[in-house]
T-cell receptor, first 113, second 117 residues
Framework: ELKVEQNPLFLSMQEGKNYTIYCNYS?????LYWYRQDPGKSLESLFV?????AVKQEGRLMASLDTKARLSTLHITAAVHDLSATYFC?????????????FGKGTKLSVKP | GAVVSQHPSWVICKSGTSVKIECRSL??????MFWYRQFPKQSLMLMAT?????????EQGVEKDKFLINHASLTLSTLTVTSAHPEDSSFYIC?????????????FGPGTRLLVL
């Protein structure tokens, strides 16, 4: 059974600081997703990581994937208040065809001035 | 592109009534749609996977007679919560996989907030 663990679950950081959110998963998968959710809203897709060593960056966020360690990281650089949200990683639970995603519990990020 | 809509965005109903939620892919065809439920401050839990023209596949612990899913066309899936009770109050989110698109990529709808009194 595929399990996805995120840590930390809560993160309070000051503007301008850097931090990393970790996502571990228990069995082999061929893709990993990062999403952002604002309060009362649905999910916004941030990154799709498809291969070992994949790194993607968008603004102050950078995601990477190590399939051997079954670990993905979401690195935040010089945080700003607008990044405050809940971030979820999700891992594809299938092989070769469309299937479901297993979500981590989410990391609630609060960026304070 | 790849926009998914849900209707209604929120609904309040009395206990014992049924509620239908629609999920539409607006600018693409979706062979597969997924229904998730999210309780406050928790993660998304997959309820069922629906494929156009066939019966939905429900996750363990989800009552298929209570949560009726119909995927009658390549752009529409519906979730009906039958005989709703207060414990069914939740945020319901659908997602759609684009037919012929990148395998596994799902596009999420804006969600439907259900409150059962």
């Amino acid at each position: 059974e595929l399990k996805v663990e995120q840590n930390p679950l809560f993160l309070s950081m000051q503007e301008g600081k850097n931090y990393t959110i970790y996502c571990n998963y228990s069995t082999t998968s061929d893709r990993l997703y990062w999403y952002r959710q604002d309060p009362g809203k649905s999910l916004e897709s941030l990154f799709v990581l498809l291969s070992n060593g994949a790194v993607k960056q968008e603004g102050r966020l950078m995601a990477s994937l190590d399939t051997k360690a079954r670990l993905s990281t979401l690195h935040i650089t010089a945080a700003v208040h607008d990044l405050s949200a809940t971030y979820f990683c999700a891992v594809g639970n299938y092989g070769g065809s469309q299937g479901n995603l297993i979500f981590g519990k989410g990391t609630k990020l609060s960026v304070k001035p | 592109g790849a926009v998914v809509s849900q209707h209604p965005s929120w609904v309040i109903c009395k206990s014992g009534t049924s509620v239908k939620i629609e999920c539409r892919s607006l600018d693409f065809q979706a062979t597969t749609m997924f229904w998730y439920r999210q309780f406050p401050k928790q993660s998304l839990m997959l309820m069922a996977t629906s494929n156009e023209g066939s019966k939905a596949t429900y996750e363990q612990g989800v009552e298929k007679d209570k949560f009726l899913i119909n995927h009658a066309s390549l752009t529409l899936s519906t979730l009906t919560v039958t005989s709703a009770h207060p414990e069914d109050s939740s945020f319901y989110i659908c997602s759609a996989g684009r037919t012929g698109g990148a395998v596994g990529t799902q596009y999420f709808g804006p969600g439907t907030r259900l409150l059962v009194l």
